[in-house]
C-alpha cells in the first residue's frame, strides 16, 4: 500500500501542503497518523482539549500559547489537518537555499512575536512580557524582579520610545539570537 491513500489526501492536495510547508511525502504522512491518533472523535478536526492532551504541551509552562497558535488562522474552535501542518511548519529546521515563507527567520520571529502578544495588537506591553515570564518561571522568581526584567527589556528593545515593543523592535532584540535553531524541531523522514 502506498502513502497516498492512507492520507485521504489527493495527490493535488498533497503536492500543495509539500510546496506550501516544505514538508516531505512521507513527513506529511507520518504527521497525518499523529493529527488522526490526537483526534479522538474521528471528526477530521481537532479541539484546544485535543492539544492539551499532548503531554509535552500539558506541561510546557507556554502549552496554552502554543496552542492558541494553532486556533489563530481559524475561524472555529477546531483546525483541520492544513491548518495543523501549516503551523507545525514554523518548526521545521531552516534549510539554505530553500525558501520557505512559514520557516524562514522571519516566520519564526513573526510566530514567536506573537506569543508574547496576548491581546493580538502587534505590540508588546510590559504587562503582556510580565504576564508571559509569569507563565515561564512561575514562582520562581520574586514579582519585583519579574518586573525589572520587563521593564529593562521594554527599555532596550523600545526604539521609538511608545513604551513597547512592535515586531521590528523584536526582530533587532533578537538579531544576535540563532531562532533558527531555537525554534527547530526535527521531522523524521
Given at each position: 500500500m502506498g502513502s497516498r491513500p492512507s492520507l485521504l489526501l489527493r495527490d493535488e492536495e498533497l503536492a500543495e501542503i509539500?510546496?506550501?510547508t516544505g514538508f516531505s511525502a512521507n513527513q506529511i504522512e507520518r504527521l497525518y497518523s499523529r493529527f488522526t491518533a490526537l483526534d479522538k472523535t474521528g471528526s477530521?478536526?481537532?479541539?484546544?482539549?485535543?492539544?492539551?492532551?499532548?503531554?509535552?504541551?500539558?506541561?510546557?509552562?507556554?502549552?496554552?500559547?502554543?496552542?492558541?497558535?494553532?486556533?489563530?488562522h481559524s475561524e472555529e474552535d477546531r483546525v483541520n489537518f492544513r491548518q495543523f501542518v501549516r503551523v507545525l511548519?514554523?518548526?521545521?529546521?531552516v534549510k539554505k537555499n530553500k525558501d520557505n515563507k512559514l520557516n524562514s527567520r522571519e516566520g519564526k520571529l513573526k510566530f514567536a512575536f506573537k506569543l508574547y502578544d496576548l491581546d493580538d495588537d502587534d505590540r508588546i506591553t510590559k504587562e503582556e512580557l510580565l504576564a508571559v515570564?509569569?507563565?515561564m518561571v512561575g514562582e520562581n522568581i520574586s514579582e519585583d524582579q519579574?518586573?525589572?526584567?520587563?521593564?529593562?527589556?521594554?527599555?532596550?528593545?523600545?526604539?521609538?520610545?511608545?513604551?513597547?515593543?512592535?515586531?521590528?523592535?523584536?526582530?533587532?532584540?533578537?538579531?544576535?539570537?540563532?531562532?533558527e535553531q531555537k525554534m527547530s524541531i526535527r521531522f523524521l523522514n
Open positions: 509539500q510546496k506550501e477530521g478536526a481537532l479541539s484546544r482539549e485535543d492539544f492539551l492532551r499532548i503531554p509535552e504541551l500539558a506541561i510546557n509552562p507556554l502549552g496554552e500559547r502554543i496552542v492558541m497558535a494553532f486556533f489563530r511548519a514554523h518548526f521545521r529546521p515570564l509569569q507563565m519579574l518586573m525589572s526584567i520587563a521593564e529593562r527589556t521594554i527599555l532596550e528593545s523600545d526604539m521609538d520610545g511608545d513604551g513597547m515593543i512592535g515586531f521590528e523592535e523584536f526582530c533587532k532584540a533578537l538579531e544576535r539570537s540563532e531562532v
